[in-house]
């Protein structure tokens, strides 16, 4: 059974830094692309960063860009976020999410299993 | 980058038919993916490549997508079909993944 667990958000003041971790289970976490999604309180989804399953190729919202880093350790099955420089406007639930294939860049690739979320709260 | 538009909102009655878009410039070209989202709860696939159903999705769910507009048909809607719905596409040339807006289905 495919499982994906999130932890480390929590409440950060502008400007500082969290790292996310996503825990996954009934699958090898470097066979699959492997996604964070957002979602600000009471919006929709935004997609954040991707990382691809075998070439650690990365694809960054511009949101994202020179601030947060998407990695993983396969020896711990586990994809991370690191979050720095963090903004009001980054207070979201995060999501990590499962793809379908090894790279997002493919019309073919979607999102089958993703995670129950941490919350992060930017705020002074 | 490439932009996809959802109403925000779609009311139905029980029993009838309600219909979500996800437009887009050409947005046939592409393969369209669509997530459902209870409160509280993480999204879920409902359709892939355009209108193929995961296994545990009703057949009352359905899609299509041509032109400028994917469409998420759901057939005979129940009250537990009351959720948000997310389109999502890729833009190759971004290389952005893109998501709707959302649109809020209302069971009336």
């Known amino acids: 059974e495919v499982q994906l667990l999130e932890s480390g958000g929590g409440f950060v003041q502008p400007g500082g830094s969290l790292r996310l971790s996503c825990v996954a289970s009934?699958?090898?976490?470097?066979?699959?692309?492997m996604t964070w999604v957002r979602q600000a309180p009471g919006k929709g989804l935004e997609w954040v960063s991707s990382?691809?399953?075998?070439?650690?190729?990365?694809w960054n919202a511009d949101s994202a860009k020179g601030r947060f880093t998407i990695s993983r350790d396969n020896s711990k099955n586990t994809l991370y976020l690191q979050m720095n420089s963090l903004r009001v406007e980054d207070t979201a639930v995060y999501y990590c999410?499962?793809?379908?294939?090894?790279?997002?860049?493919?019309?073919?690739?979607?999102?089958?299993?993703w995670g129950q979320g941490t919350l992060v709260t930017v705020s002074s | 980058s490439y932009v996809v538009t959802q109403p925000p909102s779609v009311s139905v009655a029980p029993g009838k038919t309600a219909r979500v878009t996800c437009g887009g410039n050409?947005?046939?070209?592409?393969?369209v993916h669509w997530y459902r989202q209870k409160p509280g709860q993480a999204p879920v696939v409902v359709m892939f490549?355009?209108?193929d159903r995961p296994s545990g999705i009703p057949e009352r769910f359905s899609g299509s997508n041509s032109g400028n507009t994917a469409t998420l048909t759901i057939s005979r809607v129940e009250a537990g079909d009351e959720a948000d719905y997310y389109c999502?596409?890729?833009?190759?040339?971004?290389?952005?993944?893109?998501f709707g807006g959302g649109t809020k289905l209302t069971v009336l």
């Open positions: 999502h596409v890729w833009d190759r040339i971004s290389d952005h993944v893109v």
């Open positions: 999410a499962k793809g379908t294939e090894d790279t997002v860049a493919t019309t073919l690739h979607y999102f089958d299993f």
């Open positions: 990382l691809s399953g075998r070439h650690d190729k990365s």
């Open positions: 050409n947005i046939g070209s592409k393969s």
């Open positions: 009934g699958f090898t976490l470097s066979d699959y692309a």
């Open positions: 490549y355009d209108y």
